[in-house]
């Protein structure tokens, strides 16, 4: 039992706790996103709630945050029923939130975000500078330290987190929920924030985190609860469990944590990548002089913590963005700059590309699965019924050929791409991309937002395609994924490639030095 | 998780927007002291009780065909273009430009070339805005508002300083040859031995808008570069993934825009007029829109809206011609359907998607 | 040109630009939090129309000019119902709004007063009458300042100075405000605004309103102060211009003021040269009516300093995580 030091009088009886939700259930349509889910937060905890992604996390912390509202159940706070019907009524009932996608104005000052919707009167002048001196205060005594006269859009994401945090503590909020607060951090930032969180709760503040990844909840939280398909699977104390039986709560059965893979046979170099730069329209340097090698026939995967480079390599390589340097595909310059560095060349030399994100990029979720099945490849011939009109009738054939082969469910080519789920959408992707047969097969995070049943099979997929001869550049932050399905890894931070180590030989804490850009450097 | 049938989503959800409109503009003519009941009466005689009025109201359904495709070409590829007044200004003046720079043998020799005027005018007047929407980020809406003052600002200072004829104190340009007068409806229509009002304006051009609305259907639905304007209109980022390039398509997809916009200057200029008048256009430009929205962007939609608009603009002159109320009231309904087809197009949609989510799920 | 000359352009410069800068701050209002409004036109031409009218029916400008911005914020709110609550299509909004003000105003002139949709000409009571500003005509005589703030500043209706004191007064509510705070915030990332717990409909339809009020303030001074009486369309394009004067400010107000005041001097340039063509004046008037709208597209297109709109512009805010 964590006893409130704060609050001593409470501590005589069975203190409440900080935020108790009983029974909340919430559909969306037909999609029961919770079920009946209850929980009890113990106040000046951490408490950890991890579960994979679409198990309904999200819509629990947004019902607390009062942007959607519960079908059934009950909100208590410290011990009291509350009604949170908007965000107003979350902040007025103590609750701060950090968002993963900060909520932030970017051209705003730190000053004016924070007192944003928390003004003293009408008047703005004495708002600011009542902030400012708040805001050293709070600096001082948690770490917080940011400058309160700059621009938002020219911190760094580490201090825009903090700028979230701060806003929440301006706010007198007790209880904070962090939503997957590391996923854009670097382990030096992630220890930051965590030493931040320490001193919160040293401060009494009860803080919810919310994460999929085990590390973490076992390295800072006090207790977790386990989430599955909209339910509360089980909530423990961290002391008393062991990332193996979080990791089969959360999946419902054993997971296979390695893929069966027999060792690479590597044959002719594929790609070879030569002080590749990449500038982004806002003048930074994203790719700072990338060099690499890939071979027919093996797996090299780029580790790294998310934003460091790794999507800008593979547009790049893709064809999406223009860059400088060289690289050559099988011995033949790639135009990285010119008339002929687009999508469609790229495919036609033999790169496939698996977007990071299948939402913005790799599909188009109003589109058919058949017309996503032509997306990228409509210009081929098999596809063309004439020199004016395209063969929908042959499109779809091949299509539904295609989702039997991949198991995509339900297979009806017809279905808009918005109707499948997570991993049959990655699956439609991944069988255009690949039963193309390409010489090269670009892939970023294969198996986000995919269910635990998907997963297998698109490593499975991956593997059988190494194992086919084609060369496979792999980008993952998730560091799980690549030890398992890489044969080389090489980590990229701040655009530059900070070393390359053998599955076999890498160790967990020495690649997170890479990651951090702690060790290592351009060769 | 299909929130509602397809044709639903197609016909009923227009027809209630529809029908609202309707009803708002019966109120308004119940307000002014008219009978609506009596107005719907005279329009309905006017517009479509005799061949006469059937030929305006197919002569203004040809107009509002090309500049309808115009503006639903452009949503495909999620463009809006309000400039289809500029360029069909502008194709006014390439169709001019055609007739009065040769003498034309014969119409139909006329025809094809005055229409290739028009076309290239109306695409050129779109593709600047066009250009500096895909290459300097200039947002595409406001470029053509502007580009729609300065057509006819332009237009105007060619008209009265450069193509009025010596002597004229009309600002207006020469007839067009008598051998360019395009066949009318009641001469096509002889043929074949139906007769049809002679004195109507409906002419040829109505066949080849009905031809554009199947040549655009062909082009969004069937062919490649169709596909890439729709692929662009849903996702540019996943369009860029694909190889699509966006300035390509931008500029292809405003070129046939502003084409078909400035074509409707065959039926306007050539068919009735027979010389470049100030403002021929008349607001059909604008009315594309409406006829766009009403018809969900695709072709055989546009061509009923337009063929629904013409009736409401031929019913709307008679109706002035009749009662006392003005021309305007056909304003007034133009601006509720694009209102309700378009911008509350949620305020009728989520109420029937409900109804048939409610429906579904008694039935299931 | 002389000075009498000089002072007459400038003169007509304040009153043409009068108009435009209150459309123009209106435009500011709504699309600083998020609104984009093309029917600023339509806005005018019923505030427009209905001052007129009711000043016509009441003889008093007064009750004309509450009446027409009634009337503007009723249009306003439509486009706040179709765009905010109904989050439908901003521009969609406001090209009806524009064909709704301009069908409405025909339709209800004819059956009000049968003249070929136009009031009848205001007089007295039922106009704006101009202002002799403190001193003015003791300063007349003093050579240049004198004459400046005699001819140039005074003698304006009083709208006029209303629309001059919204720029100080926009300026401060925008910057110095808690209201312009969250106005700006809601224009630029209204999430932000949401989870800060200011609801973002709120903001959004106060804007629209305010911007209501400020059409009009224009319509009704176009209708009862610039002109005497309101005619069909006689807005003319003017709430186009003012979203031109819009961008050309960059979305600021004293940069609206200027923008205004460049466009207005264009318009008076091109009234004065209509009446002197025979004179031989080789620009042609088309020209003159045509440059704001060519500098707007120079400006948008970035050749004379980048215009960046507000970036939650035009998309309807949709709560989601």
């Known amino acids: ?474 980008v993952s932050v998730e560091l799980d994924e690549i030890l398992s399905l890489s044969d080389r890894i090489a980590v990229m931070f701040d655009g530059r490639i900070m070393g390359e180590r053998l599955p076999g030989d890498a160790d967990e804490r020495e690649l997170g030095l890479l990651m951090a850009g702690m060790k290592g450097g351009p060769a | ?199 109507s304006p409906a002419n040829i051009s109505l066949f080849v808008a009905l031809l554009a609305c199947v040549a655009v259907w062909a082009l969004i639905w069937r062919t490649r570069l169709g596909f890439q304007i729709r692929a662009f209109g849903k996702s540019e980022p996943a369009s860029v993934y694909a190889g699509i390039s966006p300035f390509r398509i931008t500029m292809y997809t405003m070129l046939i825009s502003g084409g078909l916009a400035g074509m409707m200057a065959i039926n306007n200029v050539m068919g009735e007029a027979n010389r470049l008048i100030m403002n021929a256009v008349e607001g059909a430009g604008f009315i594309g829109i409406a006829v766009a929205l009403m018809g969900r962007s695709h072709p055989f939609g546009v061509c009923l809206a337009a063929i629904l608009f013409g009736f409401l603009y031929q019913g709307g002159a008679e109706l002035a011609l009749w009662t006392s109320i003005p021309r305007e009231l056909i304003v007034v309904i133009q601006a509720l359907v694009i209102l309700f087809t378009g911008a509350l197009d949620n305020m009728v949609r989520l109420p029937v998607e409900r109804a048939f989510r409610r429906f579904g799920r008694r039935s299931a | 040109m002389d000075l009498a000359t000089i002072l007459q352009i400038l003169d007509s410069t304040i009153r043409l630009a009068t108009p435009l800068l209150l459309a123009c701050l209106a435009g500011l209002y709504s699309e600083r939090a998020g609104v984009v409004d093309i029917g600023l036109e339509g806005k005018m031409l019923a505030a427009a129309f209905v001052s007129a009218a009711v000043a016509a029916l009441t003889g008093s400008v007064w009750i004309g000019l509450v009446a027409g911005i009634a009337g503007a914020v009723a249009l306003a709110l439509i486009h706040g119902l179709a765009s905010i609550t109904f989050r439908g299509n901003q521009l969609i909004s406001g090209v009806a709004i524009n064909f709704l003000a301009g069908g409405l105003t025909v339709l209800i002139a004819q059956n009000l007063f049968q003249q070929g949709g136009r009031t009848p000409s205001l007089t007295g009571g039922a106009r704006f009458t101009p202002i002799t500003l403190p001193f003015a005509d003791a300063l007349r005589d003093v050579p240049v300042i004198g004459q400046l703030y005699s001819v140039l500043l005074s003698g304006h209706s009083v709208l006029v100075y209303v629309a001059l004191l919204s720029v100080p007064l926009t300026w401060w509510v925008l910057y110095r405000t808690r209201f312009g705070l969250r106005l700006r915030a809601v224009g630029e990332n209204p999430a932000a605004v949401d989870t800060a717990g200011v609801p973002v409909t709120g903001l959004r339809y106060a804007a629209v309103i305010i911007a209501g009020v400020l059409t009009g303030l224009a319509g009704a001074y176009l209708a009862t102060g610039l002109a005497a009486g309101f005619v069909k369309d006689m807005t003319a394009g003017r709430g186009f211009i003012a979203l031109a004067a819009l961008i050309f400010a960059k979305w600021r107000p004293v940069q609206a003021l200027w923008a205004t005041l460049l466009f207005g001097l264009l318009e008076a340039i091109a009234n004065r040269y209509q009446s002197v063509e025979l004179g031989g004046i080789v620009i042609p008037v088309q020209l003159m009516q045509a440059l704001p709208y060519i500098l707007t597209v120079i400006i948008l297109a970035g050749f004379v300093g980048k215009a960046i709109p507000p970036r939650a512009g035009g998309e309807a805010y949709v709560k989601e995580r």
């Open chain 1, 1 to 474: 039992m964590v006893i409130d030091t704060q609050t001593g009088r409470q501590a005589a009886a069975a203190p409440a706790p900080a935020i108790e939700l009983r029974g909340i259930s919430k559909s969306f349509g037909p999609v029961q996103a919770n079920k009946d889910i209850s929980i009890r937060v113990e106040k000046g905890s951490i408490h950890g709630i991890i579960g994979e992604n679409g198990a309904g996390k999200s819509t629990l912390m947004s019902i607390l945050y009062g942007f959607y509202r519960a079908d059934a159940g009950e909100i208590l706070i410290n011990g009291a029923p509350v009604d949170i019907p908007d965000s107003q009524a979350a902040i007025r009932a103590g609750i701060g939130m950090v968002f993963q996608h900060f909520k932030l104005v970017e051209n705003f000052s730190v000053l004016e975000n924070i007192i944003l919707g928390a003004e003293d009167g009408a008047l703005l002048r004495p708002s600011l500078s009542k902030a400012r001196r708040a805001l050293m205060d709070l600096a001082r005594e948690y770490e917080l330290n940011v400058d309160p006269e700059a621009l938002i859009e020219n911190l760094s994401v580490g201090h825009q987190q903090r700028v979230e945090i701060l806003k929440a503590l301006y706010r007198q909020a007790d209880i904070l929920i962090l939503d997957e607060p590391t996923g854009v951090l670097t382990p030096a930032e992630a220890d930051h924030l965590f030493r931040i969180l320490r001193n919160l709760k040293r401060e009494g503040k009860t803080i919810i985190l919310i994460t999929h990844k085990l590390r973490e909840i076992m390295e800072i939280t006090d207790a977790v609860s386990v989430m599955r398909r909209g339910e509360m699977i089980s909530t423990v104390r961290t002391a008393e469990t062991t990332p193996e039986q979080l990791a089969e709560l959360m999946v419902g059965r054993k997971v296979l944590l390695r893929v069966q893979k027999t060792p690479a046979k590597p044959g002719a170099t594929v790609l070879e990548v030569e002080n590749l730069r990449v500038v982004d329209d806002k003048g930074v340097e994203r790719l700072r002089g990338i060099d690499l090698t890939l071979r027919a026939g093996e797996i090299l995967g780029i580790a790294g913590v998310a934003g460091n480079g790794q999507s800008e390599l593979l547009e790049v390589l893709a064809g999406i963005t223009t860059g400088t340097g060289s690289a050559w595909l099988n011995g033949t310059p790639l135009d990285l700059t010119g008339r002929t560095s687009d999508g469609q060349t790229r495919r036609e030399s033999g790169v496939a590309h698996v977007p990071e994100d299948r939402h913005r990029r790799g599909l188009i979720l109003d589109f058919a699965a058949w017309e996503n099945v032509a997306f990228g490849y409509h210009h081929r011939p098999d596809y063309q019924k004439n020199a004016i009109f395209m063969d929908n009738a042959a499109l779809l054939q091949d299509t539904a050929a295609k989702m039997a082969r991949f198991d995509v469910r339900p297979p009806n080519p017809r279905l808009a791409a918005r109707n499948f789920s997570g991993g049959n959408q990655q699956k439609i992707v991944l069988a255009r991309e690949i039963e193309r047969n390409p010489d090269l097969l670009l892939i970023g995070q294969p198996t986000r937002g995919v269910d635990i049943g998907a997963i297998e099979f698109i490593h499975q997929r991956i593997v059988e395609l190494r194992d086919a001869g084609k060369a496979i550049l792999l």
């Open chain 2, 1 to 199: 998780m299909e929130r509602m049938p397809k044709w639903a989503d197609a016909f009923l959800v227009p027809l209630i927007s529809l029908l609202i409109a309707f009803v708002i503009s019966g109120l308004v003519i119940l307000a002014i002291g008219e009978n609506p009941v009596e107005a719907m009466r005279i329009m309905v005689s006017g517009a479509i009780g005799s061949s006469y009025g059937w030929g305006y109201t197919l002569y203004y359904a040809t107009n509002f065909m090309f500049t309808g495709l115009a503006v639903a070409v452009a949503f495909h590829a999620g463009l809006f273009n309000i400039g289809g007044e500029g360029q069909a200004t502008l194709g006014g003046l390439g169709v001019a430009t055609v007739l009065l720079s040769f003498s034309w043998p014969h119409w139909a020799v006329a025809l094809p070339a005055a229409a290739v005027g028009a076309a290239l005018f109306g695409a050129a007047w779109a593709a600047i805005p066009a250009w500096l929407q895909a290459r300097r980020g200039s947002h595409i809406v406001i470029t053509t508002i502007m580009f729609n003052f300065i057509a006819a600002a332009l237009l105007n200072y060619l008209l009265v300083n450069v193509m009025r004829p010596a002597g004229s104190m009309d600002p207006s340009s020469a007839r067009f040859g008598a051998e360019t007068v395009l066949p009318r409806l009641h001469e096509i229509l002889g043929l074949v031995g139906i007769p049809f009002s002679r004195a």
